[in-house]
């Protein structure tokens, strides 16, 4: 799933060869042996500058994984710019790729942002969809505070990948990478350990130190890599975010499936305006439940038992078109309907996947922006929603005039390139609940896939702390996923020992990515830092809107509870909300 981060990276970067041991940095070893100290600047001694790190090499001993090793395609210095929660200080820009061992692979391109004034700190940003772009460095995180400066601009060294292949015009959509065995591997995962420990080591070379903590921080499929960071490789990070988090992205992908062949009847496509209307009705009839009419949904569960779009009406008028047949953009039809009724409902599989899967859940629909149309944001939920062409077969290209749901291109992709292998596979043939001779195969990518692990000792003894959000009107992840895969960590581990060292909050009136309702901001990483580092567990927490009712407040409420209004007070404010189990 794509995330706020990904922005297209175009260095010429040729293919080179398997980098032998003996061609490793000079004097890069000199520091490895120091940490620093977290939260301190950093002038150790040892140091490189921006300009020796130019044509560097990391030998592949020193990454975990099997690689060719990797280079630095090119290093140089970006001035400072910027003031205020913007502000930048001068840092060390690095663009590299590690070599695959198939010489029919992509390279992992990956880019490494080293602050002149070091924190003493890493952080990792994870990519979206299926990936194939390099996510700014530079950039804010998911849902990042708006009013304090960037990772990098806080004196981080940052960096990202590709995670193996570089997608063509359709971007994080693009799933053709599918057909190579390690460029599917390193796009499972094997690239976050990859792309860790070449920056890492070129980490060493230049400050002379190792970082005193690294952190990962992603959404959507970026989510789903920093469960994989915190259970694959517990030794590598000492806390991780996760937004959105798509960590069960084949039942995910079989979800995506059954909605593309709802959508894709006849009649069954509504169109932006028919789901500005359902979404009207759904919040004239929910806004309420939570005790405050301020255009949030936040008693969402009271939602979806008690909102019909069969039976809702707005301002009087039922939703449904009269008799249920088709009547324009003033109604809904049966068909249509139908449809939304598949997204808020459970995916029922006819076998168990290797993670012990054999559902994935419905959708919080009702009260979900699935792409009203507009301007700006509203542009981009427009893309991540139903998009503007109905899914068929084969499946619309997607454009510059338009596109299909951008889950039903997901989906179409991962039959074409990930399931069949044959370009040509018509998507329409395979029914994900009843596979056939397909079956195997799906399930063995569950197992690739997945972020499966659901015992994370390894990462809670080292002192790992997990932060995990998910807003309730996501039109891409359910929420109800991340429940159940919380759901799945209390199961293997027992709740007080999950609690002691993760938290999952579900933001009201978000979306995946952006929200229109409620567009959330909140300070993950300082959050992360104090639990991590000083051992200050997480404590009613704000979140702050920056679209709905921009500088708006809510707490963040740790799953089960959700705010429920007092009664009193501004609902432009966090303490007029309590987190509630009602």
Same mark, same amino acid.
């Given at each position: 799933?794509?995330?706020?981060?990904?922005?297209?990276?175009?260095?010429?970067?040729?293919?080179?060869?398997?980098?032998?041991?003996?061609?490793?940095?000079?004097?890069?070893?000199?520091?490895?042996?120091?940490?620093?100290?977290?939260?301190?600047?950093?002038?150790?001694?040892?140091?490189?500058?921006?300009?020796?790190?130019?044509?560097?090499?990391?030998?592949?001993?020193?990454?975990?994984?099997?690689?060719?090793?990797?280079?630095?395609?090119?290093?140089?210095?970006?001035?400072?710019?910027?003031?205020?929660?913007?502000?930048?200080?001068?840092?060390?820009?690095?663009?590299?790729?590690?070599?695959?061992?198939?010489?029919?692979?992509?390279?992992?391109?990956?880019?490494?942002? !080293?602050?002149?004034? /070091? +924190?003493?700190? @890493? %952080?990792? #940003?994870?990519? =979206?969809?299926?990936?194939?772009?390099?996510?700014? $460095?530079?950039?804010?995180?998911?849902?990042?505070?708006?009013?304090?400066?960037?990772?990098?601009?806080?004196?981080?060294?940052?960096?990202?990948?590709?995670?193996?292949?570089?997608?063509?015009?359709?971007?994080?959509?693009?799933?053709?990478?599918?057909?190579?065995?390690?460029?599917?591997?390193?796009?499972?995962?094997?690239?976050?350990?990859?792309?860790?420990?070449?920056?890492?080591?070129?980490?060493?070379?230049?400050?002379?130190?190792?970082?005193?903590?690294?952190?990962?921080?992603?959404?959507?499929?970026?989510?789903?890599?920093?469960?994989?960071?915190?259970?694959?490789?517990?030794?590598?990070?000492?806390?991780?975010?996760? !937004?959105?988090?798509? /960590? +069960?992205?084949? @039942? %995910?992908? #079989?979800?995506? =499936?059954?909605?593309?062949?709802?959508?894709?009847? $006849?009649?069954?496509?509504?169109?932006?305006?028919?789901?500005?209307?359902?979404?009207?009705?759904?919040?004239?009839?929910?806004?309420?439940?939570?005790?405050?009419?301020?255009?949030?949904?936040?008693?969402?569960?009271?939602?979806?038992?008690?909102?019909?779009?069969?039976?809702?009406?707005?301002?009087?008028?039922?939703?449904?078109?009269?008799?249920?047949?088709?009547?324009?953009?003033?109604?809904?039809?049966?068909?249509?309907?139908?449809?939304?009724?598949?997204?808020?409902?459970?995916?029922?599989?006819?076998?168990?996947?290797?993670?012990?899967?054999?559902?994935?859940?419905?959708?919080?629909?009702?009260?979900?922006?699935?792409?009203?149309?507009?301007?700006?944001?509203?542009?981009?939920?427009?893309?991540?929603?139903?998009?503007?062409?109905?899914?068929?077969?084969?499946?619309?290209?997607?454009?510059?005039?338009?596109?299909?749901?951008?889950?039903?291109?997901?989906?179409?992709?991962?039959?074409?390139?990930?399931?069949?292998?044959?370009?040509?596979?018509?998507?329409?043939?395979?029914?994900?609940?009843?596979?056939?001779?397909?079956?195997?195969?799906?399930?063995?990518?569950?197992?690739?896939?997945?972020?499966?692990?659901?015992?994370?000792?390894?990462?809670?003894?080292?002192?790992?702390?997990?932060?995990?959000?998910?807003?309730?009107?996501?039109?891409?992840?359910?929420?109800?996923?991340?429940?159940?895969?919380?759901?799945?960590?209390?199961?293997?581990?027992?709740?007080?020992?999950?609690?002691?060292?993760?938290?999952?909050?579900?933001?009201?009136?978000?979306?995946?990515?952006?929200?229109?309702?409620?567009?959330?901001?909140?300070?993950?990483?300082?959050?992360?830092?104090?639990?991590?580092?000083?051992?200050?567990?997480?404590?009613?927490?704000?979140?702050?809107?920056?679209?709905?009712?921009?500088?708006?407040?809510?707490?963040?409420?740790?799953?089960?509870?959700?705010?429920?209004?007092?009664?009193?007070?501004?609902?432009?404010?966090?303490?007029?909300?309590?987190?509630?189990?009602?």
């Amino acid at each position: 799933m794509p995330d706020q981060h990904s922005h297209r990276q175009r260095p010429h970067l040729g293919r080179f060869a398997a980098i032998a041991p003996g061609l490793a940095l000079l004097g890069a070893l000199a520091g490895c042996g120091t940490v620093a100290v977290p939260g301190q600047p950093y002038a150790g001694a040892h140091q490189k500058t921006c300009a020796d790190l130019n044509a560097m090499t990391v030998p592949a001993p020193s990454i975990g994984l099997p690689t060719g090793g990797a280079r630095v395609i090119r290093a140089e210095t970006v001035a400072a710019a910027g003031d205020g929660a913007k502000a930048i200080g001068a840092y060390c820009k690095v663009l590299g790729e590690i070599a695959p061992v198939d010489p029919a692979a992509p390279a992992i391109r990956f880019q490494l942002d !080293l602050p002149a004034q /070091w +924190n003493g700190r @890493a %952080l990792m #940003l994870g990519g =979206g969809g299926y990936n194939g772009t390099i996510p700014d $460095p530079a950039g804010n995180l998911p849902a990042g505070p708006i009013d304090r400066p960037t990772p990098l601009g806080r004196g981080y060294a940052t960096f990202s990948s590709d995670s193996g292949h570089q997608a063509n015009a359709t971007t994080s959509r693009d799933g053709s990478f599918g057909l190579n065995d390690e460029a599917l591997r390193n796009f499972a995962g094997d690239a976050i350990k990859k792309t860790h420990d070449a920056a890492l080591h070129l980490i060493a070379a230049r400050y002379g130190a190792k970082p005193g903590k690294t952190y990962f921080a992603g959404g959507s499929t970026g989510g789903r890599e920093a469960l994989l960071a915190a259970g694959n490789w517990p030794d590598d990070f000492n806390g991780v975010i996760a !937004l959105y988090p798509a /960590w +069960n992205a084949v @039942a %995910l992908n #079989l979800q995506f =499936g059954r909605i593309t062949q709802a959508l894709a009847r $006849p009649g069954a496509y509504p169109s932006p305006a028919q789901r500005k209307r359902l979404y009207d009705a759904a919040m004239a009839a929910c806004d309420g439940l939570d005790g405050a009419p301020d255009g949030v949904i936040s008693n969402v569960d009271a939602c979806n038992a008690a909102f019909d779009p069969a039976t809702a009406t707005l301002n009087g008028t039922p939703l449904r078109c009269p008799d249920g047949g088709h009547g324009g953009d003033n109604c809904l039809s049966d068909v249509e309907i139908d449809a939304f009724k598949v997204i808020s409902t459970p995916l029922q599989l006819g076998y168990t996947l290797a993670s012990g899967e054999s559902t994935y859940p419905g959708f919080n629909t009702w009260g979900t922006n699935w792409g009203t149309g507009g301007a700006g944001v509203q542009s981009t939920i427009l893309t991540l929603g139903l998009g503007t062409l109905q899914p068929a077969s084969p499946m619309p290209a997607v454009s510059a005039n338009g596109s299909p749901p951008y889950h039903s291109t997901f989906w179409d992709q991962w039959v074409r390139y990930f399931v069949t292998r044959d370009s040509g596979y018509d998507w329409a043939k395979l029914d994900g609940r009843h596979p056939g001779p397909w079956q195997a195969r799906i399930v063995q990518l569950n197992g690739l896939q997945n972020a499966n692990r659901t015992d994370l000792s390894a990462f809670q003894a080292r002192g790992g702390k997990i932060l995990i959000a998910h807003g309730t009107a996501d039109a891409l992840v359910s929420t109800q996923a991340t429940r159940q895969y919380m759901e799945r960590l209390r199961t293997a581990m027992g709740g007080n020992r999950v609690d002691s060292f993760v938290r999952y909050y579900e933001i009201a009136g978000y979306g995946h990515v952006f929200g229109t309702a409620f567009n959330a901001a909140w300070d993950s990483l300082a959050l992360l830092e104090n639990w991590v580092e000083w051992d200050i567990a997480p404590a009613d927490p704000i979140v702050t809107d920056t679209a709905g009712v921009p500088g708006r407040t809510r707490p963040l409420c740790t799953y089960p509870a959700w705010p429920q209004y007092k009664g009193r007070g501004s609902l432009d404010e966090a303490s007029s909300f309590r987190c509630t189990l009602q």
